[in-house]
Structure formats: structure tokens, C-alpha cells
């Protein structure tokens, strides 16, 4: 069973960082990528920044500039460092891995609980 455990998230005013971390625990192969995902009111869930496990990013263009996606892969940890937020990054945010728990499974997408991050204006 692999478990995803995010924490990080709270209460900041604009134009102020939040850093989240998620690490992954339990029977694990390989990760294919991890990232990160938000949920607003009201709205989808959306991408907010993925890394490959060769080290390639990709960032939802209102993010870019503002928001670093990083890895330990020895830990098993993906992180986001959140600078310069604005009350329009207000959400849940989830953090995804890509992963294989053995040789013999397919690449599986995980999930975690999610963690409230709330911008003031």
C-alpha cells in the first residue's frame, strides 16, 4: 500500500511564500513523476506543476515565475515553493506521484489528502 502525506498549507497574506511538502511511504518500485495539483470552489482540478523523475518541469502558465517545483527522490518528497501569492492561488492542493509499486504493476497515479491554502487579500 503506498501512502501520500502532504503538509505545509495555512493562512498567508499576499505576496507572501508557502512552502508544501508530500512524501510517499509504503511498497514502491519506481516513480515515473510526481506533482502537484489545486482545487478551487467551484472549479477543476487543475495542474499546477509536475517533475519527471528525469528532472523536467512543467508549470501551469498563472504559476510560472512565482511557483518551484523540487525533488528528493531518495526521500520520496516532492515540494512547492509557493512565493508572491495572490488571493486567486486560494485552493485545495494535492500532490500526485506516478509511480510503480513493483516491476510486475503498471504505473498507478496516487493521491493525497490535501491541504488548504488560503491567500488574504
Known amino acids: 500500500q503506498v501512502q501520500l502525506v502532504e503538509s505545509g498549507g495555512g493562512l498567508v497574506q499576499t505576496g507572501g511564500s508557502l512552502r508544501l511538502s508530500c512524501a510517499a511511504s509504503?511498497?514502491?518500485?519506481?516513480?515515473?513523476?510526481m506533482g502537484w495539483y489545486r482545487q478551487a470552489p467551484g472549479k477543476q482540478r487543475e495542474l499546477v506543476a509536475a517533475?519527471?523523475?528525469?528532472?523536467?518541469?512543467n508549470y501551469a502558465d498563472s504559476v510560472k515565475g512565482r511557483f518551484t517545483i523540487s525533488r528528493d527522490s531518495a526521500k520520496k518528497t516532492v515540494y512547492l515553493q509557493m512565493d508572491s501569492l495572490k488571493p486567486e492561488d486560494t485552493a485545495v492542493y494535492y500532490c500526485?506521484?506516478?509511480?510503480?509499486?513493483?516491476?510486475?504493476?503498471?504505473?498507478?497515479?496516487?493521491w493525497g489528502q490535501g491541504t488548504q491554502v488560503t491567500v488574504s487579500s
Open positions: 517533475i519527471t523523475s528525469g528532472g523536467s518541469t
Open positions: 509504503g511498497t514502491i518500485f519506481s516513480i515515473n513523476a
Open positions: 500526485n506521484f506516478n509511480l510503480r509499486r513493483t516491476v510486475l504493476t503498471a504505473h498507478l497515479d496516487y
